[in-house]
């Protein structure tokens, strides 16, 4: 990848986009979710351990080569991202959940996502490359993980009403930004990418599909209202892959446009794929209010 690219670009778009996280948060957001720890524990817990666990499993079944197998368990471990609050608020979910969900998410990701990483960087390559266990790099995802988010949390209370008006055109930039990082990614591997698409386009599909659905009904089943499920199926279902995109093609990180590639993919198919959860859902939510109406 082109240097300029990506030690200069690729920061810079991440940086954006954890701006609007930022500005768009406030301290009661964290206070917030002290109200529901259930379900907040079971969001969670579904996004550090199960989802993990869940693309290991497709991995070890789809037997990719092990960069696009590193580049998929760096996907599972990256958080949810900015575009979960867009969608849930296209399908009536709890938008100040998921806005809640992505800072915490975010944090927690700084231990959770080198961690994984350089577990499936020695499980699957084993040439010495890590990421977790180096701090200078845990630093650096620290840095473009929490920093902007500050910045962005500061003005927002320095300055509210302007930080308002900058959020839905940051939400917006972040879109256009998603989508240039990942025709980056694709054009560095023009060459490769009907092959990689072979080998990863399924399991970053199921992967997908598996994410958005353990998204709605695990909080459903211990009785969390629809509004909140709804957040948590685009939160769980959509992750952050300008992250994921940004450690991997870094040349102060991993340097792997191959690694990079699920994230790329999946990029691009979670846009429908939450487009058409949302449809499905908002229909159920029509049909069980008609017959919520009928029985009284």
Same mark, same amino acid.
């Given at each position: 990848? *082109? ?5 200069? !670009?690729?920061?810079? /778009? ?19 979710? @002290?109200?529901?720890? #259930?379900? +907040? ?11 993990? &666990? ?23 471990a990256s958080p949810g991202g900015t575009t979960a609050s867009l969608y849930s608020h296209l399908f009536r979910g709890n938008v100040a959940l998921n806005i809640s969900l992505t800072a915490l998410n975010s944090l927690t990701a700084m231990v959770t996502l080198p961690l994984i990483t350089n577990l499936s960087l020695?499980?699957?390559?084993? *040439? ?15 840095? @473009?993980?929490?920093?902007?988010? =500050? ?5 927002? =209370?320095?300055?509210?009403?302007? /930080? ?10 972040? +879109?256009?930004?998603?989508? #240039?990082?990942? =025709? +980056?990614?694709?054009?560095?591997? &023009?060459?490769?990418?009907? *092959? ?8 970053? &599909?199921?992967?997908?599909? =598996?994410?958005?659905? @353990? ?29 994921? %995109? ?5 040349? /102060? %990180? ?6 990079? @590639? ?5 990029? +691009? &198919? ?11 859902? /908002? $229909? $159920?939510? !029509?049909?069980?209010?008609?017959? $919520?109406?009928?029985?009284?």
């Amino acid at each position: 990848m *082109d240097s300029t690219i990506a030690t200069i !670009a690729l920061p810079a /778009a991440l940086a954006i986009i954890m701006l609007g996280l930022g500005l768009s948060l406030t301290l009661a957001d964290f206070t917030r979710l @002290i109200r529901v720890p #259930g379900t +907040v524990a079971l969001i969670l817990g579904c996004q550090i351990i199960l989802l993990p &666990l869940i693309c290991f499993g497709l991995v070890l079944l789809f037997q990719p080569p092990p960069a696009l197998a590193v580049g998929m368990m760096l996907l599972a471990a990256s958080p949810g991202g900015t575009t979960a609050s867009l969608y849930s608020h296209l399908f009536r979910g709890n938008v100040a959940l998921n806005i809640s969900l992505t800072a915490l998410n975010s944090l927690t990701a700084m231990v959770t996502l080198p961690l994984i990483t350089n577990l499936s960087l020695a499980y699957f390559m084993s *040439d010495g490359d890590t990421l977790g266990l180096q701090a200078d790099k845990v630093l650096q995802v620290f840095a @473009i993980i929490l920093i902007p988010v =500050a910045i962005g949390m500061l003005i927002r =209370a320095k300055a509210e009403s302007f /930080a308002l008006r900058m959020e839905k055109p940051v939400k917006i930039a972040s +879109v256009f930004v998603l989508f #240039g990082v990942i =025709a +980056v990614a694709v054009y560095q591997e &023009l060459d490769n990418i009907g *092959d990689y698409i072979v080998s990863v386009g399924l399991m970053v &599909l199921l992967f997908n599909i =598996a994410g958005l659905v @353990i998204g709605y009904w695990a909080p459903r089943l211990i009785g969390t209202g629809r509004p909140e499920s709804i957040a948590s199926c685009m939160e769980i279902g959509l992750h952050n892959t300008t992250l994921s %995109l940004a450690i991997a093609l870094s040349p /102060a %990180l991993l340097n792997s446009t191959e690694i990079a @590639i699920p994230s790329a993919v999946y990029g +691009v &198919l979670m846009f429908f794929t939450a487009a058409a959860t949302g449809v499905l859902l /908002a $229909r $159920r939510s !029509a049909r069980e209010d008609v017959v $919520r109406e009928g029985a009284n």
